[in-house]
């Protein structure tokens, strides 16, 4: 790497990022070696940030290597205020990323040119719907988030009481939400004879495939109950898995890139693994992703199961505590002489026991694999991003795994304890006494029951929509409420070694 930074470095300017200084950079960084001017859009991408950039679009990448899916390339797309600053930043360069993978022995470089365009953001989301709805876009992904799906958490149904989706059932031409924009796409390509497109979740959702189904179904029944049994007979919606660690991009990352002499406003560093296991149903046709590593199945439950249990739970095990402690990163928790045990014993004990084993890996193993990249000390990951948005991420992540510990009467004493870390977080300071700034789409409403729940953890329990009737089973109850006391009490501290004694 010391003599790639030398090759690269140029003393008067840092080289900027495009299409035309490619032939620049040294040969020991991967770059696009097809002819971008060549490619022609197959996917749209809905919610453009690191992890695609990381995952999807380094698999598509790399089968454009191979000299194959040329005529798949991706066009960006968003539908928030953010993605209009994302998108500039990516015009001026090419829709190029530089991606440096980050290892305990080095790293590596590598630009991805899979991305041809990024569409316009308009309140009407008009470019969006009229790109979607070109007969060559043959599949529309997203990635926006678990918390993204306008899913109640705790009955999994459709919630068209929101006001977005209020206001797209009732402007379906110019919807406000991904969701809408993808029936007002549908629906012009069933008139105009178009055809379908695959909807193909990126998110770390389990059952993604059908949650984005039931969105859009219900969704464009709403306005239009022939489109959505249209959609319900023609679409597909492929259920998958994907994994890679991608930390957010700051100046550090930044910093990392123009250390190798590159000017890239968007670069991305991830971790040295990826997977990917989709279900094998796209309606207008794939790419062959498995020639680029990924794993085509018709079985995903047991590996998006065992990775959303143990990987992202396991973040959640570790980043609440973490942010209480005032500890910035991933790593350095691992590192911690009480939370590197707390992970090991809480996933290993109250979570991994109700995952299956798949056929390339157990759970315990898999574990193993997980404490590995989440130690992996180039990976600046902090916990604030890890312990955003507990509001989904919990419910998602951590409180099933209660549920199947008091079903199997399984131990659940450190599942409770996290609950209660979160609860203790949502209150606002850490246990030094800083602030914590809002950290969730509903912080308000969480830090006002965190502050009464330290007289009365019971209202911490109480809020449904997260826990659902757990507020009702003594056992997990009586144990939130023992951990919370104690926090208060004594300190997170004691809480974690009272736990690692049990």
């Not at 009229?130 to 876009?137: D, G, N, W």
């Not at 492929?238 to 100046?251: E, F, G, H, Q, R």
């Amino acid at each position: 790497m010391d003599e790639l930074m030398m090759e690269i470095r140029n003393k008067d300017r840092l080289i900027k990022l495009s299409d035309e200084s490619l032939k620049d950079f040294p040969p020991n960084i991967v770059k696009p070696i097809y002819n971008r001017s060549q490619l022609t859009a197959g996917i749209v991408h809905i919610g453009l940030g690191n992890f695609h950039r990381a995952h999807q679009a380094w698999y598509l990448h790399r089968l454009m290597q191979q000299g194959q899916a040329l005529d798949w390339a991706i066009i960006g797309a968003g539908v928030k205020e953010f993605d209009k600053g994302q998108r500039l930043k990516l015009l001026e360069q090419d829709f190029l990323t530089t991606l440096v993978e980050l290892s305990p022995e080095g790293r590596a470089v590598e630009v991805v040119g899979s991305m041809i365009d990024y569409v316009p953001i308009e309140a009407d989301n008009g470019p969006l719907i009229a790109q979607m709805a070109k007969p060559e876009i043959k599949i529309v992904a997203l990635t926006v988030t678990e918390g993204g799906y306008y899913i109640d958490p705790v009955s999994k149904s459709f919630d068209s009481s929101h006001p977005d989706i209020v206001y797209d059932a009732t402007h379906p031409e110019a919807p406000k939400t991904a969701f809408g924009a993808m029936v007002a796409a549908l629906r012009l390509r069933r008139d105009g004879g178009g055809g379908p497109f695959t909807c193909q979740s990126c998110d770390n959702l389990q059952g993604n495939g059908a949650i984005l189904r039931q969105v859009i179904v219900a969704l464009a029944g709403l306005s239009d109950p022939k489109l959505s049994e249209w959609i319900e007979e023609n679409c597909s919606f492929p259920n998958s898995m994907v994994d890679c660690i991608v930390p957010a991009t700051t100046a550090k990352e930044r910093g990392l890139v123009h250390d190798l002499g590159i000017s890239d406003a968007v670069p991305v560093t991830h971790e040295d693994f990826r997977q990917w296991v989709i279900e094998d149903d796209f309606c207008a046709g794939r790419p062959d992703w498995n020639m680029a590593g990924a794993t085509f199945t018709n079985d995903v439950h047991d590996f998006e199961m065992m990775k959303i249990r143990i990987l992202n739970g396991g973040h959640q095990v570790i980043a609440v505590p973490g942010e209480l402690l005032s500890i910035e990163t991933i790593e350095q928790c691992m590192k911690n002489s009480l939370l590197g045990p707390l992970f090991k014993k809480v996933i290993l004990s109250e979570v991994a026991p109700h995952v299956k084993a798949v056929p390339s890996i157990t759970p315990e193993n898999y574990v193993d694999l997980v404490h590995k990249r989440f130690s992996n000390p180039k990976i600046i990951d902090t916990t604030r991003r890890v312990a955003f948005d507990g509001s989904s991420r919990q419910p998602g992540f951590l409180i099933p795994s209660i549920r199947d510990g008091l079903a199997n009467t399984t131990p659940i004493d450190g599942l409770a304890l996290i609950q209660a870390s979160w609860a203790r977080m949502c209150e606002g300071t850490r246990e030094d006494g800083t602030l914590i700034a809002p950290n969730d789409p509903f912080w308000n409403e969480l830090q006002a029951k965190a502050k009464a729940a330290r007289s009365n953890p019971s209202v911490w329990l109480e809020m449904d929509q997260i826990y659902g009737n757990l507020a009702k089973e003594p056992q997990f109850a009586n144990s939130f409420e023992t951990w919370l006391g104690i926090i208060w009490d004594q300190g997170l501290d004691k809480a974690i070694e009272i736990y690692l004694e049990i």
